[in-house]
């Protein structure tokens, strides 16, 4: 159930100066506090959902509700393109901080 957090993490990530300009490794990105400082705040928000969901899959509460709602597949295709390497590093800048709100 929380595909699509894992998903619009792993996007962000792919999107952030972290990982295309520095060159680091998205798990390096989240993982080494010195790189995690410079992260987008919309990527450690996203990071902080995704979190959320899988502690909300073990959550003895919400085991007969169930977690949340089942995956979209909203971000299917962008993950598809940015796994692949199929992007202007540019462009995804642009659209990561134009999401951040700068």
Known sequence: SCNDQKKAVAICLQRSPCVLIERNSP??????????????ELCVNQFKAFMDCKRGMID???RIRGNGPLSTGKYDETYSKLSSGDFNAEDEVLKLRKLNGK
């Open 60 to 62: 003895m509460r919400k």
């Open 27 to 40: 798990k390096d990105c989240l993982l080494k506090s010195e790189l995690a400082r410079d992260l987008p």
